[in-house]
């Protein structure tokens, strides 16, 4: 597979944190690849939930979720041999080992919104069974059981969703629907002058009984939970909608846009203005 192949090759990685994930801390994530001619920074915070071993401090939650901030960028070598597959400033598929998400077994929904730049995007999929785990002692024969998407290139603004089984499918071009039995989603920019920065949503559906206690959510695997929409607020029933709007009065969704607040007074609004009630 491309994904081992880049891994293989690599002949500098190194990862730094500039936190480890404490109370109020968004930990950022930076990792560097040289693969060949192209070296591969990557910057990812953890704006909600966990990436590897890092959490968020800043975000409470109440689901199994991730949310990630990712920024990608690539450089060239500043000597290329004549025979290298570059035309047009593109980036060869496999030059760049690009940013890898290992997907959480149990997160069946996966949204990447690419903010700036183009780029490629593949999955990695391995069939799964029942008690199987995400990954085997085995590497031959996940060589042999590993499929992958095939690369996709990915205009700037567009949505990318990807989600637990069927088959891939484009549609609209500017909303692309992978349906991937995916352990691994890999991120490669197309060009080196045009770095990639993301937005990546990750999680476990709210329908699954098997992430909540709560007998609002411990409805049956499959089943889809009760949905009232109203305006811009989409609640389980229609008391919660006239909760939300209370919240957006008081001012606990945030300020707006034209706020002169800095960071630190921003921090402070959120905690003070954080709905008590969503507490466990």
């Known amino acids: 597979?491309?994904?081992?192949?880049?891994?293989?090759?690599?002949?500098?990685t190194s990862e730094t944190d500039d936190n480890n994930g404490g109370t109020d801390t968004m930990p950022t994530v930076s990792t560097t690849h040289t693969v060949g001619n192209t070296t591969t920074t990557c910057s990812v915070v953890v704006v909600a939930g966990n990436y590897h071993r890092y959490q968020s401090g800043v975000a409470p939650l109440h689901s199994d979720l991730s949310v990630l901030h990712v920024a990608i960028g690539t450089e060239a070598a500043a000597t290329r041999d004549d025979n290298d597959d570059d035309i047009d400033g593109l980036l060869p598929p496999s030059s760049s080992p690009g940013w890898t998400y290992d997907i959480p077994p149990d997160h069946d929904t996966l949204i990447v919104y690419v903010r700036k730049g183009s780029c490629t995007m593949e999955t990695i999929a391995k069939p799964r069974t029942a008690g199987s785990s995400s990954s085997s002692s085995n590497d031959d024969d996940d060589a042999a059981a590993a499929a992958s998407s095939g690369a996709t290139e990915v205009p700037i603004h567009s949505t990318v969703f990807v989600e637990a089984t069927g088959a891939a499918r484009t549609t609209s071009s500017r909303s692309r629907s992978g349906i991937v039995p995916c352990e691994q989603l890999v991120v490669r920019p197309?060009?080196?002058?045009?770095?990639?920065?993301?937005?990546?949503?990750?999680?476990r559906p709210l329908y699954d009984d098997s992430s909540s206690s709560s007998s609002l959510l411990s409805t049956p695997l499959g089943a889809v939970e009760?949905?009232?929409?109203?305006?811009?607020m989409v609640m389980n029933n229609e008391f919660q909608?006239?909760?939300?709007y209370q919240d957006y009065q008081m001012g606990r969704m945030g300020v707006p846009w034209d706020h002169e607040l800095n960071d630190e007074e921003w921090r402070e609004?959120?905690?003070?203005?954080?709905a008590t009630r969503m507490q466990p």
């Not at 597979?1 to 500098?12: N, V």
């Not at 009760?226 to 811009?232: E, F, K, L, T």
């Open 269 to 274: 609004h959120v905690r003070r203005t954080t």
């Open 226 to 232: 009760p949905v009232a929409m109203q305006g811009s």
């Open 190 to 203: 197309i060009r080196p002058e045009d770095p990639v920065d993301l937005l990546v949503l990750s999680g």
């Open 1 to 12: 597979q491309l994904l081992r192949t880049a891994t293989a090759t690599a002949t500098a």
């Open 241 to 244: 909608i006239q909760e939300a």
